[in-house]
């Protein structure tokens, strides 16, 4: 008899609002303590650590000591690749008003990581940009191809496409936003591109949360490289 993976017990651990929100605020590859955990929750210390344990059982958290202390991170990207795309599918309901965005909600929005790559407007624009420039091209496997035009392109910002160890599914892949509901970068590429950039002080991750702020010399690099421009919540990209 062939073995079948328990899509349902993976399914309802993630199902539960509490357990998602803790998921969700580890997908940007970070580790975190449980008692934030608990408070990314809305839940106490206890019922926080009946979860995680759950969680751990289940194969989608790993844990970390350091002292008296536990931090808790994804057990793998594959487990946050799961969570972006459940995302992703969430109904968009337009004649149901909705309440604003937070600041901090708006932030993510813009420019966050997700898990070790820029995803939100600014991860969306400068891959679309990267498309419309023939950097790369869009795939039917949900890959992009890297032309020559897009090696030269990234050697110029310092980065060596070449030397780049690509995974089972492939070097360049097209995750898709779950707040834009259109494509970015991810795959090594999208890796080595969020450290280049970061390595270059054109990005800045906040220490406290998965938003990435744009840089004043970013911005002058976004539009340089690639016709972006913007600032919270407004971006141009020249043609």
Same mark, same amino acid.
């Given at each position: 008899?062939?073995?079948?993976?328990?899509?349902?017990?993976?399914?309802? /651990?993630?199902?539960?609002?509490?357990?998602?929100?803790?998921?969700? *605020?580890?997908?940007?590859?970070?580790?975190?303590?449980?008692?934030?955990? *608990?408070?990314?929750?809305? &839940?106490?210390? +206890?019922?926080? #650590?009946?979860?995680?344990?759950? =969680?751990?059982?289940?194969?989608?958290?790993?844990?970390?000591?350091?002292?008296?202390?536990?931090?808790?991170?994804?057990?793998?990207?594959? @487990?946050?690749?799961? /969570?972006?795309?459940? *995302?992703?599918?969430?109904? +968009?309901?337009?004649? &149901?008003?909705?309440?604003? =965005?937070?600041? +901090?909600?708006?932030?993510?929005?813009?420019?966050?990581?997700?898990?070790?790559? =820029?995803?939100?407007?600014?991860?969306?624009? @400068?891959?679309?940009?990267? &498309?419309?420039?023939?950097?790369?091209?869009?795939? %039917? %496997?949900?890959?992009?191809?890297?032309?020559?035009?897009?090696?030269?392109?990234?050697?110029?910002?310092?980065?060596? @496409?070449?030397?780049?160890?690509?995974?089972?599914?492939?070097?360049?892949?097209?995750? =898709?936003? $779950?707040?834009?509901?259109?494509?970015?970068?991810?795959?090594?590429?999208?890796?080595?591109?969020?450290?280049?950039?970061?390595?270059?002080? $054109?990005?800045?991750?906040?220490?406290?949360?998965?938003?990435? +702020?744009?840089?004043?010399?970013?911005?002058?690099?976004?539009?340089?490289?690639?016709?972006?421009?913007?600032?919270?919540?407004?971006? #141009?990209?020249?043609?």
């Amino acid at each position: 008899m062939e073995v079948q993976p328990n899509i349902a017990s993976t399914a309802f /651990l993630i199902a539960d609002p509490a357990r998602s929100r803790m998921l969700l *605020a580890l997908v940007d590859g970070r580790a975190l303590p449980a008692g934030e955990l *608990a408070y990314a929750a809305g &839940v106490t210390a +206890q019922t926080a #650590s009946t979860h995680l344990a759950r =969680l751990l059982d289940g194969g989608l958290v790993a844990v970390e000591t350091e002292g008296r202390h536990r931090y808790y991170r994804l057990s793998g990207p594959h @487990v946050a690749l799961v /969570l972006e795309n459940l *995302a992703s599918i969430v109904p +968009q309901t337009r004649d &149901v008003p909705r309440k604003p =965005l937070s600041p +901090q909600a708006q932030r993510l929005r813009f420019a966050r990581c997700c898990y070790d790559h =820029l995803a939100g407007q600014v991860g969306v624009a @400068v891959t679309q940009a990267l &498309v419309s420039r023939g950097a790369l091209v869009e795939t %039917d %496997d949900k890959r992009f191809e890297i032309t020559s035009h897009g090696h030269q392109w990234f050697a110029g910002i310092g980065l060596d @496409v070449a030397a780049i160890k690509p995974t089972r599914r492939g070097l360049a892949r097209q995750c =898709l936003d $779950w707040t834009e509901r259109q494509h970015h970068l991810a795959g090594p590429l999208g890796v080595q591109f969020m450290t280049v950039m970061c390595g270059h002080g $054109w990005l800045r991750r906040e220490k406290s949360s998965r938003a990435v +702020q744009v840089t004043p010399s970013g911005w002058d690099a976004l539009k340089a490289h690639l016709g972006i421009e913007g600032r919270l919540g407004t971006l #141009s990209c020249e043609p």
